[in-house]
C-alpha cells in the first residue's frame, strides 16, 4: 500500500511539473539541443579529413582529365563536351553488359597538391582510432569526477585545435597529421562516455529515449553536412580550396563550444537558471546516489565484467559496429564494384541514407518514451522490442542487397537507405541501455563497450579485403551473409540477458532485504506467555506491585524526563 501511495505521488508530482515546466522549455531539452549540435560538429570533425583527402592529394590517375569550355574528347566512339566547371558530366562506361555512371559535377575544382600513396592515406586516416580506442574508459571516469560539461567540453576543444592545425602539418610533413589525428581520436573518445553520465544525472527514465536519441542523432546530422558541404568548400578559389574544411568546420564549432560552457551544467543541482519545480521534477526521479561524488573504490569493476545485462550491451554494441563500419567504408566499394554504380561521387545521393537515419532515430526515441509512459511495455522489453527491430530488419536488407545486380541500383539504394535507418533505431535500444542498468556508473559503462566495438572499425574493412578479392557478387554475398549472421546473434543474446532497471551493484545504497517475520508461536510459548500474563494481573491486584513486590519506577522515572524537555524519547 505504501508502495501504491508513494507512486501516486510520484506521478502527480510529474503531471505537476510537466504542466509547469513543458519539456521543450526546460533546461534538459536546452541540453539536448545544444549537445545535439555539439555531437553534430564533434562527428564533422571527426569525419572531415576524410572528405578533404580527395581534394588534397594529387591523382596520377584520372579516367577524365579536365577539360576547357569548348575542348572536346572523343573515346570508343563517345564525345564528351566540356561544361566549364573542368569535369565531365555523365559519362558511361560498359563494364560486364552495365554502364557505369560517374557523376563528374561533383568533383572538386581544386588541384591536389600532396603526394600520399595509398598505403600512407590508409595510416592517416586510420591513425584515428588508435587514440580513440584509449581514452573510452577514462573519459567516463573523468566525467564521473569532474564532471561531463567540462570532460566533454574539453575533449570538443582539442580535437577542433587539432582541427586548425591540419592544413600546416599537411603541408609540413604525413606524420604531423598522423599525430593530430592520434590526438583526434584521444580527445573524441571522452565523448560519449562524458555525456552518458551528464544524462544520467539530468534526464528522468521516462525521457531517456527521446533526449538522448535526439542528442545523438547529431552524428547523423555531421555526416550530412560534411557530405553535402565538404565539396562546396573544396571548390573555393582560396588557398587551394581544401584547407577551408578545416578552418570553417573548426570555427564553427569553437562558436559552438562558447555556448555549451555558458548554457550547460554537469547536474541540475548546479544549474542557477532552472525553475525549482524543474529541478524538484528530475531529483525525485533519479536515485540520490547518482549525485554523490565518486571515487575509485566506488566503482564496482567485478560486478560490472561479470553482468549479465552488461555483456547484452557490448555484443550488440559491437556486432551492430561491424554492420555499421561496413556499410561506411565497404559498401560504396561494393556498389561500385558489382552494381558499377559509383555513389561516393554523388554528395546528395551518399547522404540520402542519413538523412532517414536521422528522422527514423529521433522517432525511434519519441515511440519507445511513450510504450514506457502509458504503460505498455516496461523499460526492459521496449529495450529489447525496439533492439530487436534494429537488428532484424537491417540483417534482411543486407541480404536482399547481396541479390541485386547491376540492373536494379534504384532497389539497391532503397535498401541501402532502410539498413541504415533502421539500424539507427539502437540508439533508443543498447546504446542508452547504460544509464538504465547503472546511472552511477554509466559513463564508464559506455566507455568499456565502446571499447570493444571500436575493434569491428579496424577489423571490418580488413576482412571485407581478405572476402572481396575479385570484387564478384558472390563474394559480397558471404560479406552481408557476415553481416545478417552477427545481427542474428546480438538479437537472440540481448534478448536473453538484457534487462532495463538498476543493477543492484549499481546503487551505492542497496535495498535492505525485508525482515523476515516471526515464527508462530508453539503450544509450550502459548503456555509460558500464559503463565506471564496471569503473574502481571496478580501483580495489579496487589497494588501495582510486581517483580517480588517491588515497584518498578522505571515508567514513572522517563514519564518524568519527558515531561521535563517536552520531547518523546
Not at 528522468?204 to 553535402?228: C, D, Q
Not at 538484457?498 to 503456555?527: F, I, M, R
Request: charged share 15%; hydrophobic share 40%; aromatic share 10%.
Amino acid at each position: 500500500m505504501e508502495k501504491t501511495e508513494e507512486d501516486r505521488k510520484s506521478k502527480s508530482m510529474s503531471e505537476e511539473v510537466i504542466s509547469d515546466v513543458p519539456w521543450y522549455k526546460s533546461c534538459r531539452f536546452v541540453l539536448a539541443i545544444i549537445s545535439a549540435f555539439g555531437y553534430t560538429f564533434f562527428y564533422i570533425l571527426r569525419i572531415d579529413l576524410s572528405m578533404a583527402i580527395v581534394c588534397m592529394i594529387k591523382d596520377p590517375v584520372n579516367s577524365v582529365d579536365r577539360l576547357d569550355n569548348h575542348s572536346t574528347w572523343t573515346q570508343q566512339g563517345l564525345t564528351v563536351t566540356g561544361n566549364g566547371s573542368g569535369w565531365t558530366d555523365n559519362i558511361p562506361t560498359e563494364t560486364d553488359g552495365c554502364i557505369e555512371t560517374a557523376t563528374g559535377s561533383n568533383r572538386s575544382r581544386s588541384t591536389g597538391e600532396l603526394e600520399w600513396n595509398k598505403e600512407l592515406r590508409g595510416y592517416v586516416l586510420g591513425s584515428f582510432f588508435y587514440g580513440y580506442l584509449v581514452t573510452q574508459v577514462p573519459g567516463g571516469w573523468l566525467a564521473s569526477r569532474y564532471g561531463g560539461k567540462h570532460v566533454f567540453g574539453g575533449g570538443v576543444l582539442v580535437t577542433l585545435i587539432a582541427t586548425l592545425l591540419v592544413p600546416v602539418a599537411a603541408r609540413a610533413h604525413a606524420s604531423w597529421v598522423i599525430a593530430l589525428r592520434v590526438v583526434m581520436g584521444l580527445a573524441c573518445g571522452v565523448g560519449f562516455p562524458a555525456t552518458h553520465h551528464l544524462y544520467s544525472l539530468w534526464v528522468p527514465p521516462l525521457e531517456r529515449s527521446k533526449t538522448m536519441t535526439f542528442s545523438y542523432a547529431g552524428t547523423m546530422l555531421g555526416t550530412i553536412v560534411a557530405l553535402l558541404f565538404s565539396g562546396l568548400l573544396c571548390d573555393v578559389e582560396l588557398d587551394n580550396g581544401w584547407p577551408l574544411i578545416f578552418y570553417v568546420y573548426g570555427g564553427v564549432t569553437f562558436i559552438w563550444w562558447i555556448f555549451w560552457n555558458l548554457l550547460v551544467y554537469n547536474s541540475p543541482l548546479e544549474h542557477p537558471r532552472i525553475d525549482p519545480a524543474e529541478r524538484r521534477y528530475i531529483t525525485s526521479l533519479i536515485d540520490p546516489s547518482v549525485y554523490e561524488s565518486h571515487k575509485e573504490s566506488d566503482i564496482p569493476w567485478r560486478s560490472i565484467i561479470t553482468s549479465g545485462p552488461m555483456w547484452a550491451i557490448i555484443v550488440a554494441h559491437c556486432c551492430n559496429n561491424w554492420t555499421n563500419y561496413t556499410i561506411l567504408v565497404c559498401v560504396p566499394m561494393y556498389m561500385k564494384e558489382v552494381l558499377k554504380f559509383d555513389v561516393k561521387q554523388n554528395g546528395a545521393l551518399s547522404a540520402l541514407p542519413y538523412v532517414f537515419a536521422y528522422f527514423i532515430s529521433i522517432a525511434s526515441g519519441l515511440i519507445a518514451d511513450l510504450l514506457v509512459a502509458r504503460g505498455i511495455f516496461s523499460i526492459k522489453v521496449t529495450r529489447k522490442i525496439v533492439q530487436s527491430v534494429s537488428s532484424t530488419v537491417p540483417a534482411l536488407t543486407l541480404i536482399g542487397l547481396g541479390y541485386v545486380d547491376c540492373g536494379m541500383r534504384h532497389l539497391a539504394v532503397v535498401l541501402l537507405c532502410l539498413t541504415v535507418a533502421i539500424s539507427s533505431c539502437c540508439r533508443a535500444g543498447f546504446l542508452i541501455n547504460h544509464v538504465d542498468i547503472a546511472p552511477r556508473h554509466s559513463g564508464i559503462l559506455f566507455g568499456i563497450s565502446n571499447t570493444g566495438a571500436t575493434v569491428p572499425g579496424i577489423l571490418a574493412p580488413i576482412v571485407v579485403g581478405l572476402l572481396t578479392k575479385h570484387g564478384s557478387r558472390e563474394e559480397w554475398l558471404m560479406v552481408f551473409y557476415i553481416c545478417a549472421g552477427l545481427f542474428a546473434f546480438s538479437t537472440v543474446f540481448y534478448a536473453v540477458f538484457a534487462d532495463g532497471e538498476p543493477q543492484q551493484w549499481s546503487l551505492k545504497h542497496p535495498p535492505t532485504p525485508p525482515t523476515p517475520p516471526p515464527p508462530p508461536p508453539t503450544t509450550a510459548n502459548n503456555a509460558a506467555m500464559d503463565a506471564s500474563r496471569s503473574a502481571d494481573n496478580a501483580g495489579v491486584e496487589l497494588g501495582g506491585y510486581s517483580n517480588g513486590g517491588l515497584r518498578d519506577t522505571t515508567n514513572d522515572e522517563q514519564d518524568s524526563v519527558a515531561g521535563t524537555t517536552g520531547t518523546p524519547l
